[in-house]
């Protein structure tokens, strides 16, 4: 029973956030650019800022680990690979097939990531989960700008996929707080209460945000591909991934960072890639939603089979 509620205290949390913005898009509070502004916001602004403190807060003796940032690299890589070959012969339409890759290697590590870890470890363990994000999320980033173009036929350009990288405002957060907390920098406490009072206001602002980006359309007509791409990205990879990840013998809060990264949705950037790039905007949009809708109850199941395990 404890493990249960623990779960539930992590899942719903983030449900009912996520509920929130869709009711406010539905009863127009919100429109539509006023909730791609919070996203950006978020994105630019908000979990950077969340990421630096983390990181600039956090017992580097714990919070380094070489072994599971490498862990992540090759993952991140494998997968990429493997669903970059595989597609294209399930798929043969360029643009469905870039969506379809986009939204098996994409996940949510930010928006819906970073709460859970809060939920269910407290902030002092988010530090763990900051620094293998920070590692994953600009190589994503630049494997989805790759496959895009590829997809559509461009040259890829290396230039373009280092900037894409380096310039990843998670990366830049996450190494402030690295340079920051090296060389001992102490900020006075105006400035301290005000990057923890954006640290506070990052989690629900990305919540609100995602469930207003929400639409739910029929997927009429592409109900298999959909359900297959959905079981692929919430149990087929997650269960891939971690099933090596145990067998290596990560644990605990590593073990928990691997979980969270690879068992979330779809990022929200499958639609905006697909709507940029070469993609299908409309299958983008419903691997994003019905990824995340399927997710919460997978995640709560992943967590709750580590946690009898005593993995977690």
Known sequence: MEH??????????????????????RLHVLDAGAFAALDRLCFRVLIPAMLFV??????????????????????VVGN?????????RWIPAPADAASTVHGLCHTNMAALGIPLIV????????????????????????????????FQGDRVKLGKLARNVFTSPYLVGTLAGIACKVLGLHFPTFAESALTSLQSAATPM????????????????????VTAIVLSRCVGIPAVVLGIAVALGFRRIVLASLLVLFCCPSAAATYSFSTGYCGN?????????YTTAVSLFTIFLWLFAFLQLGLL
């Open 4 to 25: 249960f509620l623990l779960c539930c205290n992590g899942i719903l949390p983030i449900l009912l956030l996520m509920l929130l913005g869709y009711v406010l898009r």
């Open 54 to 75: 983390s990181v600039y807060t956090a017992d580097f003796s714990t919070a380094f680990q070489p072994s599971a940032m490498v862990f992540v690299v090759l993952a």
């Open 80 to 88: 990429f690979l493997l669903v970059f070959l595989l597609v294209p």
């Open 119 to 150: 939920n269910l470890f407290g902030q002092s363990q988010l530090a763990v989960y900051s620094i293998l994000m920070a590692f994953a999320s600009p190589l994503v980033n630049a494997l989805m700008v790759f496959e895009h173009l590829y």
């Open 206 to 225: 990305c919540l609100i945000a995602l469930g207003g980006s929400f639409t739910f359309r029929s997927i009429r007509g592409q109900a298999g591909r």
């Open 281 to 289: 905007p409309t299958l983008a949009s419903q691997i994003v939603v």
